[in-house]
Structure formats: C-alpha cells, structure tokens
C-alpha cells in the first residue's frame, strides 16, 4: 500500500489480492467499518458499472451523471455505518444513487437524449450491413426509451440493462415489488 499525506492508497496488487479472496460485498463493509477503509475502493469497482447506467437513465447527462456518482459514493462512505444489511449492498447503494439521481433532477437540470445506452447494442466485428441494421435499430430503441416516462425508463434500464429481477429493481428504487 503506497502512503499519500496520512491516507493510504490501494495499488492494483492490493485491489487484485483483495478481489481474488472473493469477499461479498457485506463483507468488505464490515472490513471497512473496522477501519480498512482503503477496501472501499473495492465497492465502487463492483458497482459502478450499474449505478453509471441506472443514473444516466435518470438524468441523460453524462457530466451530471459522474457528478451524481461521486456524491453517491461520498454519501455511501459517510453512512456507511447506516448499512445494516437488511438488503444487499448493491441495492442500498443503489437506492442511494437513485435518490441522488431524483433529487438533481427535480432541481431542473438539463437533461439530453439516451443514445450513449444504446451505444452498447451495435458491435465493431459486425459486417457493414449489420451495422447499419445496427444503427437504424439504436434509433428505433432511443426513441422508444426516450418517451418512456422517466420511472419506467429507470425501471427498464434496472430489469433489461442490468439484468436485476423484480425483487432488488423494487428495493433499488424503494418501491412496491407489484409496482
């Protein structure tokens, strides 16, 4: 662990030897809340895939996106203590960012199209005359998305993007399993 002012800083052999121990997230909170907060690091990795696209879902803006992100993270390790593993991790800290997510919104902020989600659908390796189909699909799908009312666009991006089932899409944004 290299050493920067007082805190110390994980370098990739100590996230690699920490990863490879398989650790679940709850467990990595407890190591945390023991005092290794460097392990933290770990969390963010784990998750920020999904909360990067649950947020940008919300706010279709990449910069508020990030900003969203980092308060989400910050939020997490300030209450972290608040985690008491009635859920998982990943919805608690899900549910975070959503809230996050809302609140900025709701404040006015700019919001633009979802075209870099569906960005994810077209492949280099395929042929010309598949990407074409490619793109003209990713039109089709962005529009579709985009009119979408923004719980049900959060909510398709939860269950059809990330692959998250009823139960933890409920939990993530705090509402019935029904709805």
């Known amino acids: 662990m290299a050493q920067v002012g007082t805190a110390r800083v994980m370098d990739e052999t100590d996230v690699s030897r920490v990863v490879e121990?398989?650790?679940?997230?709850?467990?990595?909170?407890?190591?945390?809340?023991?005092?290794?907060?460097?392990?933290?690091?770990?969390?963010?990795?784990?998750?920020?895939?999904?909360?990067?696209?649950?947020?940008?879902s919300i706010l279709r803006d990449e910069?508020?996106?990030e900003d969203v992100l980092q308060d989400a993270y910050v939020r997490?390790?300030?209450?972290?203590?608040?985690?008491?593993?009635?859920?998982?991790f990943a919805?608690?800290?899900?549910?975070?960012?959503?809230?996050?997510?809302?609140y900025r919104q709701k404040r006015g902020r700019r919001l633009v199209g979802i075209e870099d989600l569906i960005d994810t659908l077209e492949s280099p390796e395929r042929g010309p005359e598949n990407r074409a189909s490619d793109g003209e699909l990713r039109e089709v799908l962005?529009?579709?998305?985009?009119?979408?009312?923004?719980d049900f666009r959060t909510v398709f991006v939860l269950r059809d993007v990330e692959g998250l089932s009823t139960m933890e899409t409920a939990e993530s944004l705090a509402i019935p399993e029904e709805t």
């Not at 398989?22 to 190591?31: A, F, G, H, T, Y």
């Not at 962005?142 to 923004?150: E, F, P, Q, T, W």
Request: aromatic share 8%; hydrophobic share 40%; proline share 0%.
């Open 76 to 88: 997490a390790f300030a209450h972290l203590d608040q985690f008491l593993g009635r859920a998982r």
């Open 21 to 56: 121990t398989n650790l679940s997230d709850e467990e990595v909170v407890e190591r945390v809340k023991d005092g290794d907060t460097d392990l933290f690091e770990i969390l963010m990795r784990r998750h920020n895939q999904r909360l990067y696209r649950v947020v940008r």
């Open 142 to 150: 962005g529009a579709s998305i985009d009119r979408l009312s923004d």
């Open 91 to 102: 919805t608690w800290l899900t549910r975070i960012a959503v809230y996050e997510a809302l």
């Open 63 to 65: 910069a508020e996106t």
